[in-house]
């Protein structure tokens, strides 16, 4: 640390003060790019939060400056000094995140409330659901990353590698490090913590470990793709052959994330039996976020309060539902607009920061509760004079995009409203729901999602289900300044008497909510009925054949009920305007009695997976896709197959397995070439299983007297014969074919009897 310290004159040589480091030196040395990439590592989670809020163009140059800084200041600033300043920066980052929030969520943060939802984070809770997250990455990102540079650039290369660990491995916690992020970081770690306890060796003593850090650099690998997957987060495995979540469990748990998946299966299983006056969409949750791969919610939730659940601004027509669980529930579904619960759940019931209704604990088979709604009720016409002036906390919320998303989505979308003639938010998102239902095929058999979402079904996919339906919708519409939202939640369900409806895993399913001045919330479903109508009818079919469990409930084994009146709302026209407008979305109409799979509401899609069940199990159905025989594999498993491969080579070789193994073998196996090559093989291999079974032979000693002495000892007269042959092939004139031929056989004879590898399973 004293010498070389400022780059000396080539004068008078002058010894550095104590804290002078030679800072550009440091990050030149190889242990500086296992640095790097643990740094790009963490840096790559920022960018994708800043990328999802619309643009990270400013984190780029802000972490350049950062690190100049910091390389620059580890010249000749005391290491404890950086450190509290980091911590200082890092409290400074979050008073200042704090401010960012309306003042409205501001009264939320208690110490409670704040320690509670750290916990949640590092529990799988995305940063992605915090209020003005941007702000909240562009304050924090340059503490991390100036700690961890200045520690390297003044060459402590462990502990920079640690903070750049304990940075990702936060995120890994939140679901928000994808399995590329943290391999990165594995390997970055491992490589600068290596090198740097080399650096001593010189370049010979890396080259010689190599194969160390190799098998270190995979195991890495290889576990921080099985801890991505924490308790509640929505990462997925990478392993090759993991599962994904169900699409049911992922939709209407009501969780802070959604993520869309590939191919899904459908549950026949009974959930929950709603009594109502009217049939509705059962809603579970909505999402405001999206992130080019799922949604997320932004917000927290609070304990239910009477006060918080207000009738929505316009015209509404109330609905009493009495929900009973027929199966586990972790969500409360209830029409929209709720605005009072009672029974048991309600003393733990919690409001979302969308209003939407979610139990505090998991609600058990028989557990019941009442939800009084206001459904939206307003006209067509009505919404087409509603106007865009959006209040601006729903403007900024629900026209949100990430910056990445392709412009191709926008002009495709001005494409449709333009040929609609729309020129109001009303018909355009009607516009949109008619194109998409009509230009897109329904399937639950569909590849794996990559990159983004609404871009890739628009243009690369011809089929689709309800997921992808709802969010390419919600991003089309969000694309032309219209608030949109993604929900999620259930069909109404099998009707089994007139004012009961029995709802089942395979009628989960996710909608567009629009939102419309002085009106709120209006409900569109983009989804195509038809298809999905009868593969549910053929897979309940199917269950009841099979003699399933929880297949049917109050009544509903006997077919759907039928209504001698035509279904209140269901005549496909506006009442009261004088109008022969359809129906607005937000005044649905009721079940189809007559309609396959219990009379769902047409453009209800399900997205019902198999394995929810409280006994663990799932239908086969129509849409069991390829997802369970794993290939072709994706990035994921092919990252984590090749580090795997690439540890288990560099293992062996540094265990000196192959080696050892071509031993055995050679011990084992003699081929027959020529006479003389067999001979001095046989002897050669009789040598060596004379030091395996017995001793080496010493320095000095000749062939003839290690055999006399493998004689004297537990073996016999065979190695004369093997000897024999040996001096005629080496030091006569050379041996027959038969003499050879009898040195083989003994040394194999001796081999069975005496090799280690034999007597060990008794032979």
């Known amino acids: 640390m004293g010498s070389g310290g400022g780059g000396g004159n080539g004068a008078a040589h002058e010894t550095p003060a104590p804290d002078e480091h030679d800072s550009w030196r440091s990050v030149r040395h190889p242990a500086a790019l296992g640095v790097l990439a643990a740094t790009l590592a963490f840096a790559s989670v920022f960018y994708h939060v800043l990328d999802v809020v619309g643009g990270a163009g400013l984190l780029i140059a802000e972490l350049l400056v950062t690190v100049l800084l910091a390389t620059w200041l580890a010249g000749f600033l005391r290491e404890r000094t950086a450190v509290v300043l980091s911590l200082a920066a890092l409290t400074a980052a979050l008073v200042a995140y704090f401010y960012s929030v309306p003042e409205s969520a501001r009264a939320l943060f208690t110490v409670s409330r704040v320690a509670a939802d750290v916990l949640a984070l590092v529990s799988g809770l995305s940063v992605l659901r915090l209020l003005n997250v941007g702000t909240w990455a562009l304050l924090l990102a340059p503490v991390p990353t100036f700690l961890t540079w200045y520690l390297a650039a003044r060459g402590r290369y462990v502990q920079a590698s640690l903070v ?248 495709r979308t001005r494409e449709v409203v333009d040929e609609s003639g729309a020129d109001n938010p009303y018909d355009a998102a009607v516009a949109v729901e008619r194109y998409l239902e009509s230009s897109k095929e329904y399937s639950l058999d569909v590849p794996p999602p990559s990159g983004d979402t609404a871009d890739r079904f628009l243009f690369e996919m011809e089929e689709g289900y309800c997921v992808y339906y709802a969010s390419t919708m919600a991003v ?29 895993g395979l009628d989960s399913h996710a909608w567009v909510e629009v939102y419309f001045p002085n009106h709120g919330w209006v409900r569109f479903d983009p989804t195509p009925s038809g298809p999905r109508e009868s593969t549910e009818t053929d897979r309940i079919e199917e269950a009841r054949a099979e003699g399933a469990g929880n297949v049917d409930s109050d009544g509903s084994e006997d077919g759907s009920y039928e209504t001698p009146t035509a279904t209140p709302d269901g005549t496909g026209t ?176 001796l081999v069975r009897q005496y090799a280690p590898v034999f007597r060990r399973f008794g032979s």
């Open 164 to 411: 750049a660990a304990l940075t990702t491995g936060f995120f890994v916690f939140t679901g928000d490090a994808g399995a590329a992020a943290t391999v990165v970081c594995a390997a970055g770690v491992t490589v600068a913590v290596a090198v740097a306890g080399l650096a001593g060796a010189g370049r010979r003593g890396l080259l010689a470990q190599l194969d160390t850090v190799t098998v270190v650099v995979a195991a890495m690998v290889v576990l921080t793709s099985v801890v991505t997957v924490v308790p509640g987060s929505a990462s997925d495995p990478v392993l090759p052959g993991a599962g994904n979540p169900s699409v049911e469990s992922s939709l209407v748990t009501n969780g802070d994330r959604v993520t869309v998946l590939g191919s899904i299966e459908l549950s026949p299983e009974v959930r929950f039996v709603v009594e109502a006056n009217r049939s509705e969409y059962w809603r579970v949750g909505s999402y405001d976020r999206y992130t080019g791969e799922g949604w997320v919610r932004t917000g927290d939730a609070s304990p239910y309060d009477e006060r918080r659940l207000e009738d929505p601004p316009g015209e509404s027509v109330p609905i009493r539902q009495r929900v009973t669980a027929r199966s586990s529930l972790d969500a409360m579904p209830a029409a929209w607009k709720p605005v009072s619960v009672s029974g048991d759940p309600a003393a733990v019931t919690q409001v979302t920061g969308q209003d939407g209704l979610r139990p505090g604990t998991t609600l058990l088979e028989n557990d019941t509760y009442v939800v009084t709604s206001e459904v939206p009720a307003a006209s067509a016409g009505e919404l087409r004079r509603a106007g865009t002036d959006y209040p601006d906390e729903v403007s900024a919320r629900h026209t949100q995009l990430p910056g990445s998303t392709p412009e191709r989505v926008d002009e």
């Open 574 to 749: 506006e009442e009261g305007n004088g109008t022969d407008e359809p129906t607005t979305p937000g005044d649905a109409p009721g079940p189809d009695p007559e309609a396959p799979g219990g009379g769902a509401v047409p453009n209800s899609t399900p997205a019902g997976a198999g394995p929810v069940g409280p006994d663990g199990e799932g239908g086969s159905g129509d849409g069991g896709g390829d997802d369970g025989d794993g290939w072709p594999p994706d990035r994921g498993d092919v990252v984590v197959g090749a580090a795997l491969l690439a540890g288990l080579v560099a293992g062996a070789h540094r265990t000196g397995v192959p080696g050892r193994a071509y031993r055995v073998a050679w011990l084992l196996y003699q081929p027959r070439r020529d006479a003389n090559s067999d001979a001095v093989r046989a002897f050669r291999r009789l040598e060596h299983l004379g030091a395996v079974a017995y001793r080496a032979r010493r320095p000095g000693e000749t062939h003839r007297e290690y055999l006399d002495a493998l004689a004297a000892a537990e073996f016999d007269e065979r190695v004369r014969v093997v000897g024999r042959a040996y001096e005629r092939a080496r030091y006569g004139p050379g041996t027959s074919d038969a003499e050879a031929a009898d040195a083989v056989d003994a040394t194999d004879a």
């Open 476 to 504: 089309m519409l969000r694309s032309q300044g219209i608030p949109a939202r993604f929900v999620t939640g259930y069909t109404p369900g099998q009707r089994v008497a007139e004012e009961e409806w029995v709802v089942r």
